[in-house]
């Protein structure tokens, strides 16, 4: 490892190319990075692979991540969810560091798996909550943390998107909880989830109780026939429409262990928001608002003062900031990747964890499973 | 009733303004209003009642509601709402229409005999729901039953305030499980329950189930001492603290009969918001946003455009507006009150029913109380 | 006088109704202010002044000025700019207090000799810029003169309306020079450079020099056959179409005596606005951003914070808020007049002088008759 | 030029890492851009641009542009307004296509010379306008170039910033008119008035008649001793303070061939605004806002709609948007100088002109220079 890390990525679509980016940038923006080497890209359509390995600027590829996890300095698993547990497994039980996205598995068991195997290796384990590297995040959670706000009393996180409100999308695997575990629950309510642990977990601590509730829409979707690639994943028999076995959308409350109270909703069908991930929090003393389609921005009311201020968060002691451009000048949702990837990879690098860590994702994993089962129940359910 | 409608009205410092103000203009601004006297204000303190009966224009004023109720044409009930049920009963009775602010009643057993009472009574039984009458809430109406927004998928309410973060702001009847019979639950959340039903009703149907969570932030409050005047009610012992026996906050989730998912929240810990009232709603074509401290405006998203368009409801053919001014001059909170009286008393004049009626009140008061029960049992409710 | 103010009013129409309302809503919200009669309502139109006699609660009608402006306490002039000057002068050398709609007059010769009858009179004489008294505006006015904003480097005010962009919308009086002098200019600009000296002229002195620009985009509009009520003024002749001899827009920049610069600008045919009177002032240590469509808000940024702070301008101790309701109980375009008449009879009541005075009408009309000059010599003007 | 396109940059600070960056990421997101090689970096201080070269991933370095310009395919010139004329029309005369950054010239006189010499070059000439290449205002402009805006009416551009509101921020080339030309005009100016241009030219024509006010507020500012890097230049006497000679603020107002007219401002001043480049155009039949600090968005009003839509610019339909992310997940400020270039390299490798051209930056400097000297002459400017 004394040159540079290798680095084999499972997963060459959307999440691929926002990681590939994400380390194709880290030299010129963060000097101060280890060196990487994208070594190794992973797929099963050869075809598609062998052609996004040239783009997306690796030196070779691979249809079987066995042959790669025990080969490279750090794994990247960004395949569906239900492919999260075996490979990531296999890797750290090789010594291998595993930056592995959201939700950390499609079970609450393949979670645990996988917070034991990083508690049992010597190398880095990671889950990409990229929204954590927001830089008007990270300023949010400075003030929570320096008091500012006070006492957490109440909050509110929804991530609303409308891409499925068409009944005629078509089904792809994130409908299918085989292979995706849940819907919009774990897709972005995994987001919403940690977003809220990690902005007020040490004032609130913990959510210790919660009441779910989980709806599906539309039952049923068009499958494009025998076309795999438009369903991203590679199941595709030719039928006419598939079962919709997850939620479009999800509600919560919940209440954390210092007397905070809060609400969680996500949906697939909220028609005009296209990747609105919204949280609010009101504290005894101040509060805070902040919108992903607003990601430079965040609304902050500070003990004192009459109303909440619009802060442009960019300025060269903002998080991050001094790595890129002058005030005003704003970042996009990409930047989140490069920041954490550079928080990952600074910490393979020097052999340390990693924060947000499988044991992160794995509560995350608890409380969507609490959700799934207060909603089946139709009890509030203790965590 | 041949010349004008002589009134009487319990109760004189907010909602008695509110109202006596919504009276005083009817003629100026709505002319084809039945002609009204303002005959009677009615309140304990007499030195008070007195003062206010000049400050409002009433001819007169009188300390017991028992001698009013059954001499005027119109009853006005503004007092706290453990007060509702018995002069709302004894004027109907008597044949006397009635004007009751919300919640309908402290208890739903209150709210039942008030119910029936006003299906037992000729006279006119409304509630006093001022946001069904919001020119801009109307427009949203009108969008929604003439199926602009298609199916209706979410609804999402809260009713956010924050007059008592500060934990030595003063006990007052509102903090008071006896007089108030909830907290934000009942006097914030019957008016966004309301606003649901009366905005999604004919399209989704009734709430069917319920999930619910109140809160207590602060157990006790301050006593000015023996200062009955600032507690805005006849309680006043002269200790110096005093339980708080409601909720500072609830939230909900719920299911309509059409299968639309809603959450609902009010705090009066809202750091930051002072009447902020809002509702947004998705459906399958089009969405609507809305906020009471922004009244005159409301976000529609169309069927087929891209965006929220910020509709300034302030045009003559809006619903009222051709009885104010021009466009874009816009109107306050107070005007909903006139609105409000204008069409009640229209129905007393006529002999009609008034919408929001007593059953709506109930209605919305089995949800309240559905969300408390929800609460104490940790259980889904079906209603 | 010793008991109440009587009062006549010209102008029956929109200003009327504004006024009149004003004048009913004092005596419940504003017990403190003198007592008046509405006494008599001026108008040509003898069925149309009887009609609004009768509406606007005032004790007579009569169709000709003269017989009432020596008759009355106070004299209202709400009538087209160009009978500005003659019934003023009137009333103000019998006596009579004058409050006068904007612009002062039709001329800048009619404004001197307004002003100078108000100079000679011991009467009142207030010019009606209503905007002076919003209370987020007064709120503004306190921060400046308090030095909160620091010394002043920018001003950019302007004043948005749509009604004109439809080439077919019928000509009115305010299109026709003879009457209104001009058109966005006088109408709408007078409100934005009032506003202008309002608040920043204890800092930044006097406008003392400025560019203007004119601009007519429909050079003829439609007149309704004859029918002179839709007008709004007397002309009526029946032709088909009539020119248009005012701007339907205008632009200024300006400087001020201290050093500040500043762009001015209004339209009828800025698409998409209604009534948006929006004024920005930026200093060494804070700024200020207004908007009349969201009156009760005031933009804020503060010395050493971050961002623009959306304040609600409707807590008890901002001004006037205590004559109305709760935080956050947002008031409309009407409660401006409330203020305005509150002010101008408490001054009449005390024999003292109003502010805004007709010497203020006066030095806007200087501004306006620079601009107009600037236009047509294509030069910079010293005021 | 067969396999790849050298590129020689000169400057490596601000402009030299968008630029850098913008190359660096074009193979991944725009794989048909020509291939391009970051060939020599170029900078007076050899130790600074030796690191740069080092960390922009360029292949070597160079003091001097004349070694340069005949060298390459490509010429960047990122450098001080004084230093674009004679490396630029080097280029060119050696049949090197040059991008250049805006403003053309610190004179007219230069921006003459090098309009000349890129029309008497085969090669391609570029001016680097790069907010003509944000989708939202590519979008603005295929909304007014297929008539959905109607006539043009309005234009008003203002592009705020406040880094200089600090008497005490140091004094560098952009304060010094023999290296700048001008201050905030030809700094922030030059984009409004392009942007304007682009946006409405085709509708609206040129702009044929201006009047125009500049400002300087801090005469004078402290000067860093002799430490050449702060001041971004290579100036560096080491006294206290230095005059500044440019504007820190101005503003114009202008019409165009078909009748609209305009308000430009811009300020270095304007205390709480980072980097707002603003741009609202109305016209007869809708009109449109934009905002930088928000650019991802675009408040767009249709024909016959009632308000603003807020479109979110990030459907993969929109301009450059299938190159990037799913819809919502918006993109940064440096994504407009992967588009320009992105365009202007396929111009190279075509053998075709680009838009903006030196032409189209010598039209801006027309503007600019009529701009000041209006404001030295006190008089309108026809163009």
Redesign the interface.
Same mark, same amino acid.
């Given at each position: 490892m004394s040159e540079s890390l290798s680095v084999g990525v499972l997963g060459y679509r959307?999440m691929g /190319?926002?990681h590939?980016?994400a380390l194709? /940038?880290l030299?010129?923006?963060f000097?101060e990075a280890p060196a990487v080497e994208r070594s190794v890209l992973i797929g099963r359509d050869e075809e598609a692979v062998a052609e996004a390995t040239d783009?997306?600027?690796f030196s070779e590829y691979s249809t079987d991540w066995e042959d790669v996890v025990g080969d490279v300095d750090v794994f990247y698993n960004l395949g569906p969810n239900n492919v999260h547990a075996d490979p990531s497994i296999a890797a750290l039980e090789a010594g291998t560091s595993v930056f592995c996205e959201k939700p950390l598995a499609h079970t609450l068991e393949d979670a645990e798996r996988m917070r034991d195997a990083a508690r049992d290796s010597d190398a880095t384990a990671g889950i990409a909550f990229n929204y954590r590297f927001i830089p008007a995040i990270r300023y949010a959670k400075e003030l929570i943390d320096s008091g500012e706000l006070g006492e957490i009393?109440?909050v509110?996180g929804?991530y609303l998107? $409308?891409?499925l *409100?068409d009944p005629e999308a078509p089904w792809s695997w994130r409908n299918d909880e085989e292979v995706a575990g849940s819907g919009a629950l774990g897709d972005l309510g995994a987001h919403t989830i940690d977003l809220a642990r990690f902005l007020v977990g040490d004032r609130a601590g913990e959510i210790d109780r919660l !009441?779910g %509730?989980l709806?599906t829409?539309v039952d049923e979707r068009p499958v494009p026939g025998g076309d795999e690639a438009s369903l991203e994943s590679g199941g595709g028999e030719s039928t006419e429409t598939r079962e919709v076995t997850v939620d479009d959308?999800y509600?919560?409350?919940a209440?954390f262990e210092e007397?905070a &109270?809060?609400?969680f909703?996500a !949906?697939r069908?909220?028609?005009?928001?296209?990747? $609105?991930h919204s949280i609010e929090i009101?504290?005894?003393?101040?509060?805070l608002k902040f919108s992903?389609? /607003?990601?430079?921005e965040l609304e *902050?009311? /500070?003990e004192g !003062?009459?109303?909440?201020?619009? *802060?442009?968060v960019? $300025?060269p002691d903002d998080p991050y900031i001094d790595h890129?451009?002058?005030?005003?000048? *704003? &970042?996009?949702?990409? %930047?989140t990747f490069v920041h954490e990837n550079y928080e990952f990879l600074s910490a393979v690098a020097e052999g340390e964890e990693h924060t947000p860590s499988f044991e992160d994702g794995y509560r995350v994993q608890e409380l969507l499973d609490a959700i799934e089962r207060s909603d089946s129940e139709?009890?509030?359910v203790d965590v």
């Open positions: 959307f /190319r926002a590939a980016n194709a /940038r030299p010129m923006f000097p783009q997306l600027g009393h109440h509110r929804t998107q $409308d891409w *409100v !009441s %509730h709806k829409f959308a509600t919560a409350q209440s007397g &109270i809060a609400t909703e !949906s069908f909220a028609n005009g928001r296209k990747n $609105d009101e504290g005894s003393k101040g509060s992903l389609e /607003r990601l430079n *902050v009311l /500070r !003062s009459r109303g909440y201020e619009t *802060v442009l960019t $300025d890129w451009w002058p005030p005003g000048h *704003v &970042i996009g949702w990409e %930047h139709g009890e509030w």
